[in-house]
């Protein structure tokens, strides 16, 4: 049996597991800023919807419930500004990295197809192209690719790692020579909440997409904007025909969100306030690392969005991961999203205010 792991990169977390266990070594614990997860309190209104729905022995449909596809329809409407957005441009997926690994697959791609993602940029975008036996091809201004056999473009905005957020004009610009060439189009704007220093736009913005969604998907998660990593919680959003193809393979491969889970979906999507209160925790975070980083000789590049800081000493990431891991600091070598981030490393955010507050004592040691 040909092994299919064989065509993936080497699990890159694994190669932090020394620093792990010299940064748990430091007598107050570890910090640790590395991976990104969530840790503040699921809204209360979201585990009451969850509670609420918890007797569900029927199966759930992998379209979801109407009130689903109403609460994704009126967000995108609201939220994002996008226009004549029906249920048959919504579909729920059992969160992001699941879609995004398996998306050339459910789209038939395979050798001879290439799918292209930022230079720097989530590992899961090319493990979704190795899964398919298709090409990955990173790019650093996609309209420079060639066009020959490229089937999937995937945007990233705001990005993970850099916060690096792409303007309307310029989300404009690729859509249009995407559509020219006759390239889908997956946005991953799953961080679009968290804008610290500029507003981040939607693919969906009709200053971006025109009037229309045609050959235009964009890629929507509550992992980070409200707490739910532990759900698995997420959508999609845009071109009618590619949404109903992947819900016809998706109906096939059994691909629902539970249903207690679809409800808890529907009442964070109906309320802003906790994403407000989330993003007031995040922005206090914010501004302490930032400035402990830059007291302690770090330069932050982009950052202006997303859950991270994206810092510098002008030297390997993995010198500086071994440094702060002995003041009990665990941060992520910018080598995993790409060999373009070796002398970067990403600083989560996602820690709460007391360990953040230790980060922060330690740096100025
Ligand atoms: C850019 C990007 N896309 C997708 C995901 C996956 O998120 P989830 O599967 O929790 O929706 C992540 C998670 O960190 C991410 O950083």
Request: aromatic residues 8%; hydrophobic residues 40%.
């Amino acid at each position: 049996m040909p092994s299919v792991s064989d065509r993936l990169p080497a699990f890159p977390w694994d190669r932090l597991e020394p620093y792990k266990t010299a940064a748990a070594a430091h007598p107050d614990g570890i910090v640790d800023l590395s991976v990104g997860t969530p840790v503040d309190p699921v809204p209360a209104l979201v585990r009451r919807a969850l509670t609420d729905a918890a007797d569900s022995p029927g199966y759930p449909t992998v379209w979801g419930t109407g009130e689903l596809r109403d609460a994704i329809t009126g967000w995108c409407e609201r939220r994002l500004g996008a226009r004549g957005i029906g249920h048959r441009n919504v579909l729920p997926v059992v969160g992001s990295k699941e879609l995004v690994a398996w998306l050339p697959t459910q789209l038939g791609l395979g050798a001879g197809d290439r799918v292209a993602f930022p230079r720097l940029a989530y590992p899961t975008y090319e493990v979704g192209a190795r899964l398919a036996g298709a090409e990955p091809v990173a790019y650093d201004d996609p309209t420079e690719l060639d066009p020959e056999g490229l089937k999937l473009l995937w945007l990233n905005s705001p990005s993970n790692p850099t916060g690096k957020v792409l303007g309307a004009e310029e989300l404009r610009r690729v859509v249009a020579w995407a559509r020219e060439h006759d390239v889908l189009v997956f946005s991953d704007e799953c961080y679009l909440e968290l804008g610290w220093e500029t507003e981040p736009v939607s693919v969906l913005d009709p200053r971006v997409c025109g009037d229309s969604c045609a050959g235009v998907v964009a890629v929507h998660s509550l992992s980070k904007r409200s707490n739910l990593a532990g759900y698995r919680a997420a959508f999609i959003a845009g071109d009618a025909g590619i949404l109903g193809e992947l819900l016809h393979i998706r109906k096939h491969g059994g691909m629902m969100s539970p249903a207690p889970v679809q409800a808890a979906t529907v009442a964070a999507l109906g309320d802003d306030a906790h994403v407000a209160e989330q993003r007031a925790r995040y922005t206090a975070r914010r501004t302490a690392l930032r400035g402990a980083l830059e007291s302690a000789g770090f330069r932050i590049e982009h950052s202006e969005a997303s859950l991270y800081l994206w810092a510098t000493r002008d030297e390997s990431c993995w010198e500086t991961v071994s440094d702060l891991s002995k003041r009990g600091i665990l941060v992520a070598p910018g080598d995993f999203y790409g060999p373009a981030g070796e002398r970067f490393v990403r600083v989560a955010l996602t820690a709460t205010d007391e360990r953040i507050s230790a980060a922060v004592r330690r740096l100025g040691e």
